[in-house]
């Protein structure tokens, strides 16, 4: 009887072991619940049509910040230039960018459907991820940033001001034959990065805080 009631005790020991360990997340789960961090709660919706404040020819003065890619990738630069406008219809709010091609970015650009533009306070955000290449370490890591992601699993920083999320609508790779008068033509003058690519995007969404 004591040798039954013995292994009683360890068969229900066993069970009780492997059901808290079915319980467990695994650390890909882990990882991934991690990842897929949604739209922080300090940013608050938008509409860019309506409450949009910034003077649009000043806006990409401020050395925003570019971000293209997915939950499994991303990557971020530095942009000073760009517009914000409304393309194929009043309707249709836009943004447009441009990468050029020996940006690391670029590949993301071509890769990925949508990006986000971002403002920030701290100035150490842009002068650093203009200054560093994403193929050399992950800039976010190095400036302390925290990368969540919009419901379409855009990448954008929670440390972010202003975010505004856009849909690439067309793209086009821009040679010296679309040059129309000299201004282009003696930029690039002797840049190596190449000619930009001219992305429009849609403005799918925006947060402010």
């Known amino acids: 009887m004591k040798h039954v009631l013995q292994t009683l005790g360890i068969t229900t020991l066993l069970l009780v072991f492997l059901s808290s360990c079915g319980n467990q997340p695994s650390q890909n789960n882990y990882q991934q ?12 919706p938008f509409d860019v049509q309506k409450d949009f404040a910034d003077n649009g020819f ?4 401020k050395n925003l910040i570019l971000c293209s890619g997915d939950t499994t ?9 760009g517009g914000i406008g409304n393309y194929l219809g009043h309707d249709r709010p836009a943004v447009t960018v ?39 370490g992950d800039k976010a890591a190095a400036l ?32 010296e034959n679309d040059f129309r008068n000299n201004t282009p033509k003696k930029w690039y003058d ?19 805080r």
């Open 33 to 44: 619940e991690k990842q897929e961090t949604t739209m922080n709660t300090e940013l608050k």
């Open 58 to 61: 000043t806006f990409f003065t």
């Open 73 to 81: 990738e991303s990557n971020a630069m530095t942009i000073g230039w």
């Open 98 to 136: 441009y990468v050029a091609p020996a940006r690391y970015t670029y590949e993301f650009m071509e890769r990925h459907p949508r990006f986000t533009i971002m403002e920030f306070d701290n100035d150490e955000v842009w002068q650093y991820m203009g200054r560093y290449s994403g193929r050399d």
């Open 144 to 175: 302390g940033l925290h990368v969540a992601y919009t419901e379409h699993g855009t990448p954008y920083y929670e440390e972010a001001k202003t975010v505004i999320e856009c849909e690439i609508m067309t793209a086009w790779h821009q040679t």
């Open 190 to 208: 002797g840049f190596e990065a190449g000619i930009h690519t001219v992305y429009i995007g849609e403005v799918i969404g925006a947060w402010k």
